[in-house]
């Protein structure tokens, strides 16, 4: 008999787990950086700047702090075709709040919408309307933080859209809005695509880095001049550059991620990369995302062991046979973040999508570095698809 019961869910990461892992940084052996290449960011991460990082994370970061944040929240778990899923679901008071599934992306987690749950549920608090209230549901990928360990082989775009449309089912909202970003958008795209008459409309947000993709995944826009030729071919090399990580986890995940378990320092290095690279390139040499919430996201994947699984999730989605994107009717919106003139022309060429925004800030993680450039988006999209 299948189980459907949600359950009330709490972080309580033991403290034997904390001292382990400062322990592990503690007793860390990092290469010896080859001189003048100490702050390069050509090669990956910069050695400095990740020694510099996993010493903050050993001594400055306090777990604690961040947990009590994410347990402020209301999180259940579910099982799900087998799988346990864990949620956050946090229901707005106003009577006429429409249901929000909002999806993450890789590497990140439900970390990334944290601070935007109460503009979202609450607006009338953070000096918005009440009539763009949300009921808000950000669940983890199977694999991802606490919806692990994974129960079975299979895990991955299509399956997870399909636990996902139960989940909304189980929480009671037979319509709603979907939002997601990165493996997210993919989720959303699909749900739109499979369950029409539930889905009542979709926002995805994105950055200039999909126009790496531009022949691979994405078809080449027609009539481009000379210069935006140079310039897809110059996003291709940098995206060529820097997806190492996919094409190892897409492929052969098992070493990277006996890796990720059981090295701190390894998967501080594969994620702080990440959110060092694709985020505001005006602030490079800095941050743009705070580092507690950088630290608590990559905490979160060292504590539950998910650098492994989410590379399982990766390799079960690049050999399901099944495309990233999936067409449907339902309306969409858009917004690109650190946006580029030629993205239009590769994602909306015929100017069919009605929500296609463009802000020159922010990067691959929008709800991050941008957040109420990415709420005021979400809510403005969302407004004429109430009721």
Do not use: C
Not at 80 to 89: A, K, R
Not at 133 to 145: D, E, K, N, Q, R
Not at 169 to 176: A, S
Not at 307 to 325: I, N, R
Request: aromatic share 10%; charged share 20%; proline share 6%.
């Amino acid at each position: 008999m299948t189980n459907t019961a949600i359950r009330p869910f709490r972080i309580d990461i033991p403290q034997a787990e904390l001292d382990e892992l400062r322990d592990r940084l503690a007793h860390t052996r990092l290469p010896h950086a080859v001189p003048g290449t100490e702050n390069d960011w050509r090669r990956g991460i910069a050695p400095a700047y990740l020694a510099e990082l996993a010493e903050y994370w050993r001594d400055g970061f306090d777990w604690r702090v961040q947990e009590a944040k994410l347990n402020a929240h209301d999180q259940f778990t579910t099982e799900i075709d087998g799988q346990t899923i864990h949620f956050i679901h946090v229901r707005s008071a106003q009577s006429g709040a429409v249901p929000l599934l909002i999806t993450h992306g890789y590497p990140s987690s439900v970390v990334e919408f944290l601070d935007l749950i109460g503009p979202l549920t609450d607006p009338i608090a953070h000096g918005g309307d009440a009539a763009d209230a949300f009921h808000v549901v950000i669940p983890s990928l199977p694999g991802f933080g606490f919806s692990t360990p994974l129960a079975s082989t299979g895990w991955e775009l299509a399956r997870t859209t399909e636990a996902f449309a139960e989940l909304m089912t189980r929480l009671g909202y037979e319509k709603f809005v979907a939002q997601g970003g990165d493996v997210g958008a993919g989720v959303t795209g699909r749900l739109a695509a499979n369950y029409p008459e539930r889905v009542i409309a979709t926002h995805v947000n994105s950055d200039q880095g999909m126009l790496g993709l531009v022949g691979e995944q994405l078809p080449m826009p027609d009539g481009l001049t000379n210069a935006e030729l140079a310039q897809i071919k110059a996003a291709q090399v940098q995206w060529s550059e820097q997806k190492g990580y996919l094409v190892l986890q897409s492929t052969q995940p098992n070493a990277i991620a006996a890796a990720l378990t059981d090295s701190p320092i390894t998967q501080l290095a594969w994620i702080a990369e990440k959110f060092q690279v694709w985020t505001d390139p005006a602030r490079s040499g800095g941050e743009a995302v705070d580092r507690d919430l950088l630290l608590t996201n990559i905490s979160i994947y060292w504590f539950t062991r998910s650098g492994a699984s989410a590379a399982q999730f990766l390799w079960e989605t690049a050999h399901s046979g099944m495309a990233w994107t999936a067409p449907s009717g339902v309306p969409q919106g858009w917004a690109v973040f650190n946006t580029n003139p030629l993205m239009a022309r590769v994602m909306n060429p015929g100017g069919y999508i009605e929500h296609f925004t463009e802000y020159a800030e922010g990067g691959h993680f929008a709800a991050l570095e941008q957040p109420q450039l990415f709420v005021d988006d979400v809510r403005s999209f969302f407004r004429a698809y109430r009721g």
